[in-house]
Antibody, heavy 113, light 107 residues
Framework: EVQLVESGGGLVKPGGSLRLSCAASGFTFSSYSMNWVRQAPGKGLEWVSSISSSSSYIYYADSVKGRFTISRDNAKNSLYLQMNSLRAEDTAVYYC??????WGQGTLVTVSS | AIQMTQSPSSLSASVGDRVTITCRASQGIRNDLGWYQQKPGKAPKLLIYAASSLQSGVPSRFSGSGSGTDFTLTISSLQPEDFATYYCLQDYNYPFTFGPGTKVDIK
């Protein structure tokens, strides 16, 4: 069974940093591109970032470019999102997703003073 | 970036109704479109990929159609468990973009 489990969310002050992790199991992690998608409270879905299976290709939404860094460790079946210079508008549930087909349950990031 | 619009933004329907949701892209995206269902407090669930292919395990009352810029999600006979918010997503090019969502609730 495909499982994606996010962790690392929490409360952080504006300007702070946080690192999200996504532990994958039940499939060959190294064969799939991975994504981060977020959802602000009461709002719609927003694609954040994608990374190809071998990390050769990386893409970001304009809203996070230069502040967030996506990475992966295929040996550890793990996906990461390093978030720096956090803003109030980054407050959201962050989901990791295997391509478009499988999603984790999300981790809440709250940016507030 | 490709803009995605959805209509309607919300609708009220009864069990057994046929429901149609439309998604439009600001430029052609071939058939690189997916439809997602999301219930409150839950992760989105993929229903349709490549515009018209039914994801494994999804009931056959869900169907998708379209290509280019105009796409449709149809629920042939609405069931109680189908009350949710539906999103389209274009994965034709980066940045991927979602539609704003269509909330389906009980009439």
């Amino acid at each position: 069974e495909v499982q994606l489990v996010e962790s690392g969310g929490g409360l952080v002050k504006p300007g702070g940093s946080l690192r999200l992790s996504c532990a994958a199991s039940g499939f060959t992690f190294s064969s799939y591109s991975m994504n981060w998608v977020r959802q602000a409270p009461g709002k719609g879905l927003e694609w954040v970032s994608s990374i190809s299976s071998s990390s050769s290709y990386i893409y970001y939404a304009d809203s996070v470019k230069g502040r967030f860094t996506i990475s992966r460790d295929n040996a550890k079946n793990s996906l990461y999102l390093q978030m720096n210079s956090l803003r109030a508008e980054d407050t959201a549930v962050y989901y990791c997703a295997r391509e478009s087909t499988a999603w984790g349950q999300g981790t809440l990031v709250t940016v507030s003073s | 970036a490709i803009q995605m619009t959805q209509s309607p933004s919300s609708l009220s329907a009864s069990v057994g109704d046929r429901v149609t949701i439309t998604c439009r892209a600001s430029q052609g995206i071939r058939n690189d479109l997916g439809w997602y269902q999301q219930k409150p407090g839950k992760a989105p669930k993929l229903l349709i990929y490549a515009a018209s292919s039914l994801q494994s395990g999804v009931p056959s009352r869900f169907s998708g159609s379209g290509s280019g810029t105009d796409f449709t999600l149809t629920i042939s006979s609405l069931q109680p468990e189908d009350f949710a918010t539906y999103y389209c997503l274009q994965d034709y090019n980066y940045p991927f973009t979602f539609g704003p969502g269509t909330k389906v609730d009980i009439k």
